[in-house]
C-alpha cells in the first residue's frame, strides 16, 4: 500500500496540472469532468483500501479529495459572493408614469440598458453615481454619459447584439418618472435626471421595455484593461487628438489604464467625430471581450478573480436584476465566442446644427424603427442581412 500511495501522492499534481493545462485550452467541460472522476477514483480507492485493512493510505487519499472538493466549491462560492458586491440601485420609480408594455407572448430574450458614467471633474471628490441615487438628489451635470447602448440576448442565447445610440442624438428627453422635457441630445438625460432618465428616452425612443441596466465607470475601464492584460487595437491612420493632447500612429497599439481611457473618449481629429468615437468604443469593447473570453483568462482562476473584481468594482445595476439571474444568464452564455457579439449603431440621417444645442444628430426615423421592430420581434439578424453596412467594420477598419 505504500507504494500505491506514493504513485497516488505523485499523481495528484500531476493530475492537477494536466486539469489546468486543460482548461487554459478552453476545455472546461472536460477538466470539470475529469476532475469529478479523479474524485470519484480516490474515494473508490480510499474505500477498496479500508477493505483491505489499510489505513494511511485511504486517510490520505480521503483528505485529497476532500481537499480537492473543498477547493473547487470555495472558488465557486468565491466567484458567487463577487456578484453580491456589485452595487445595486432601488428602480421603484419605473413603477411611475407610462413604459413601453411587456410582450404579448413570455420571451426569454432579454434587451438590457448599458451606459459608461464619467465623472466630469475625476480629480474632484463627489458622491458616487450609486450614492446619489440611493440619496434621492441627483447632482445635474455631476455625471456624464457618452456612451449609451441596447444589449439584445436572443431567447436561444446563440448571439448578442449591441446598439449603440450616439450621444449627440436628437431626441426627446425624459425624466425618471417618464415625464418628457422637449428635445436634447441623447447623454443630456444621464447627466440632467440620472441613469433612470436615460433607461426612460431610450424606451420612449425605441418602444423596447427595457429588462435591466448596467451602469459602468470609465474609470473601470482601466482597471479592467489592466486586470486582463490589456488589448491591442489597430489604428488604420495616423491621427492627433488635440483635446487630449494624444497622437495615435498607424499600426497596432496596445491598450491598458489611461491610455485605453483616451481611446474611447476621442472624437477630435476623427473624420465621422461622435460616430467614429462610436465606432472606437464597440472596437474597444469587442477586443475586450476577446481577451475576457480567451482560453487563458476563463481558465485561469487567478486571472479571471481578478477580471470580475475589476467589473464588480466599477459596475451599478438595478436591484431587481439578482444574483441568481445574473448567474443564470453568465451560464446561458457560456458558450458564447466573440465573433457571435455583433455591433450595430443606430441609423441616422444627417447632422444639423441647433441654436442652442451646436452640433447634432438626427435619427433615421424609418429605418431605426426597422431596427428596433427587428429586436422587437428577436430578429435582428435579419435586419443586418438587409442592411449589412450598419454593422462595425473588422477590427483593422476602425478609426
Known amino acids: 500500500m505504500k507504494r500505491t500511495t506514493i504513485i497516488g501522492l505523485v499523481a495528484v499534481p500531476v493530475v492537477i496540472g494536466g486539469l489546468y493545462l486543460l482548461m487554459l485550452n478552453g476545455f472546461l467541460t472536460l477538466a470539470a469532468i475529469l476532475l469529478a472522476l479523479a474524485v470519484l477514483g480516490m474515494l473508490v480507492a480510499a474505500v477498496r483500501g479500508l477493505r483491505h485493512g489499510h489505513r494511511t493510505g485511504p486517510a490520505l487519499l480521503t483528505a485529497g479529495a476532500l481537499v480537492t472538493v473543498l477547493a473547487v466549491g470555495w472558488y465557486a462560492w468565491n466567484l458567487n459572493a463577487k456578484l453580491g458586491d456589485i452595487t445595486r440601485v432601488p428602480d421603484a420609480v419605473l413603477g411611475e408614469g407610462d413604459r413601453p408594455p411587456p410582450p404579448e407572448e413570455p420571451t426569454e430574450a432579454l434587451n438590457l440598458l448599458l451606459m459608461g458614467a464619467d465623472n466630469a471633474a475625476r480629480l474632484v471628490d463627489k458622491p458616487t453615481v450609486a450614492e446619489l441615487l440611493a440619496s434621492g438628489e441627483w447632482n445635474p451635470g455631476d455625471y456624464l454619459s457618452d456612451t449609451v447602448m441596447v444589449l439584445h440576448i436572443p431567447a436561444d442565447r446563440e448571439a448578442a447584439y449591441v446598439v449603440s445610440i450616439p450621444r449627440d442624438s436628437l431626441v426627446t428627453i425624459y425624466d425618471d418618472k417618464g415625464e418628457p422635457h422637449g428635445e436634447n441630445k441623447v447623454n443630456a438625460a444621464f447627466s440632467t435626471y440620472g441613469p433612470f432618465g436615460t433607461w426612460r428616452t431610450v424606451e420612449n425612443l425605441s418602444g423596447l421595455r ?110 431587481s436584476w439578482t444574483n441568481g439571474d445574473l448567474r443564470a444568464l453568465a451560464l446561458d452564455l457560456r458558450g458564447l465566442e466573440t465573433k457571435d457579439v455583433r455591433f450595430v449603431t443606430l441609423p441616422f440621417d444627417r447632422y444639423a446644427q441647433d441654436l442652442e444645442l451646436g452640433s447634432v444628430n438626427i435619427i433615421d426615423e424609418q429605418r431605426s424603427k426597422e431596427l428596433w421592430q427587428a429586436i422587437a420581434d428577436d430578429a435582428i439578424g435579419d435586419y443586418l442581412a438587409k442592411y449589412p453596412h450598419d454593422e462595425l467594420p473588422e477590427p483593422r477598419r476602425v478609426s
Open 210 to 319: 427595457l429588462d435591466h441596466m448596467a451602469i459602468i465607470d470609465y474609470g473601470g475601464f482601466k482597471d479592467l484593461t489592466t486586470a486582463i492584460g490589456g488589448v491591442d487595437v489597430y489604428i488604420p491612420e495616423s491621427v492627433y487628438d488635440s483635446q487630449q493632447d494624444q497622437q495615435w500612429d498607424q499600426g497596432w497599439v496596445h491598450l491598458e489604464d489611461e491610455l485605453a481611457l483616451k481611446y474611447v473618449r476621442m472624437r477630435y481629429g476623427l473624420l465621422h467625430g461622435d460616430f467614429d468615437r462610436v465606432a472606437r468604443q464597440q472596437n474597444f469593447l469587442r477586443a475586450v471581450l476577446r481577451k475576457t473570453l480567451a482560453d487563458d483568462t476563463v481558465g485561469n482562476p487567478v486571472k479571471f478573480t481578478r477580471t470580475l473584481e475589476a467589473v464588480v468594482r466599477n459596475l451599478t445595476v438595478d436591484e
